[in-house]
């Protein structure tokens, strides 16, 4: 058997065993993420590895494992810090590959036509901030949104106002200024039907994305 061929046997093995964790929030038996992506890494590495010979093969595989396995377990463990600190807070978090969304609706974040942070929505802040700040190589970006009430050119000025807002108190708890952009994009991405007073109350949202540095 050839050095290529034992390396996808050797990656078929681990992806069959060893690989599945416990949601500790679902109960749900999963494949760790950091498997996942450490496993994709190991693929394209060792393919290339298998091209050298002696010292130049170990320092590709050396390099490759430390970025696949790497990226993924520092978004897993954020991510679960993330979960654990705002269980009960309303904020909803999803995972998109390696970015983590999370997603803060209006009955948390602002009064209604106001940009001005609801004092309840700061201490919701100052927990992702303790995990933000323990985790400083990734990138935030907050987006504003608003429901279609009201003049598009108004529900963009209020939309970025909000976004501003959320991103000047992440700095302002020693969030590094170079990690964070804020910007708003009105009623223009609604997730509900702006017909209903429940799909306008789901648009008028704040969301912030979190994503490893490396990947920019």
């Given at each position: 058997?050839?050095?290529?061929?034992?390396?996808?046997?050797?990656?078929?093995?681990?992806?069959?065993?060893?690989?599945?964790?416990?949601?500790?929030?679902?109960?749900?038996?999963?494949?760790?993420?950091?498997?996942?992506?450490?496993?994709?890494?190991?693929?394209?590495?060792?393919?290339?590895?298998?091209?050298?010979?002696?010292?130049?093969?170990?320092?590709?595989?050396a390099g490759c494992g430390a970025i696949g396995?790497?990226?993924?377990?520092?978004?897993?463990?954020?991510?679960?810090?993330?979960?654990?600190?705002?269980?009960?807070?309303?904020?909803?978090?999803?995972?998109?590959?390696?970015?983590?969304?999370?997603?803060?609706?209006?009955?948390?974040?602002?009064?209604?036509?106001?940009?001005?942070?609801?004092?309840?929505?700061?201490?919701?802040?100052?927990?992702?901030?303790?995990?933000?700040?323990?985790?400083?190589?990734?990138?935030?970006?907050?987006?504003?949104?608003?429901?279609?009430?009201?003049?598009?050119?108004?529900?963009?000025?209020?939309?970025?106002?909000?976004?501003?807002?959320?991103?000047?108190?992440?700095?302002?708890?020693?969030?590094?200024?170079?990690?964070?952009?804020?910007?708003?994009?009105?009623?223009?991405?609604?997730?509900?039907?702006?017909?209903?007073?429940?799909?306008?109350?789901?648009?008028?949202?704040?969301?912030?994305?979190?994503?490893?540095?490396?990947?920019?």
């Open positions: 058997m050839d050095l290529k061929s034992k390396i996808m046997m050797t990656i078929l093995c681990l992806s069959l065993s060893g690989c599945q964790v416990m949601d500790p929030y679902t109960g749900e038996s999963k494949t760790s993420k950091a498997t996942t992506y450490g496993l994709g890494a190991a693929i394209v590495c060792g393919l290339i590895g298998a091209g050298k010979s002696g010292k130049r093969a170990r320092n590709a595989a396995a790497g990226i993924g377990a520092y978004m897993d463990t954020q991510e679960n810090e993330l979960r654990k600190k705002l269980v009960g807070s309303g904020v909803q978090i999803e995972r998109e590959g390696d970015n983590i969304r999370l997603i803060m609706p209006s009955n948390i974040t602002f009064d209604t036509d106001r940009s001005n942070l609801k004092a309840s929505f700061t201490e919701v802040l100052n927990s992702i901030v303790l995990v933000l700040n323990h985790y400083p190589d990734t990138t935030l970006n907050i987006v504003g949104h608003t429901d279609s009430v009201g003049s598009d050119t108004y529900n963009l000025t209020l939309s970025n106002n909000r976004a501003n807002a959320v991103a000047q108190y992440l700095v302002s708890q020693n969030v590094s200024p170079s990690r964070v952009t804020a910007r708003g994009a009105g009623e223009r991405n609604p997730v509900a039907n702006n017909g209903t007073e429940s799909g306008r109350t789901l648009n008028r949202r704040v969301e912030l994305s979190i994503a490893p540095k490396n990947l920019q």
